[in-house]
């Protein structure tokens, strides 16, 4: 078995490939409407490309009637290992996004973390270096 992709749905696709290509650095691996029942799909991938072609993507659903979602409490965050949380924030801040927490260390204090809030509201979890 392999994973294959985490699925979210968005309100606003624009913005949000803004969020996750522009300011993330995510690459836009395909893109296609379905106009006879009125969704977009969008797939990204993280990380280098390289290793990035073996893992995950991250799927964007935008169901065009949709004005707005409800995210469940059970729902916690992505995770992903970066090598400078203080460039993504950097590369954040340029394009008017920030950090909605931290930088600070992990639990066990051996990584810093943060994170940030793509503008769905879905929390990202940013960490450096390796444990």
Known sequence: MRYLHTMLRVVDLEKSLH???????????????FPDERFTLAFLRS???????????LELTHN??????????????????????DEI??????????????PGLTPSGRRKMAFIDDPDGYEIELLEGRD
């Open 19 to 33: 969020f996750y290509r522009d300011a993330l650095g995510f690459e836009l691996v395909s893109r296609k409407d």
């Open 47 to 57: 990380g280098d490309p390289g290793e990035a072609r073996k893992g995950a993507l």
């Open 64 to 85: 065009w009637d949709t004005r707005s979602t409800t995210r469940g409490d059970a729902y916690g965050h992505m995770a992903y290992e970066v090598d400078s949380i």
């Open 89 to 102: 924030r950097a590369r954040l801040k340029a394009k008017g996004y920030d950090l909605s927490w931290g």
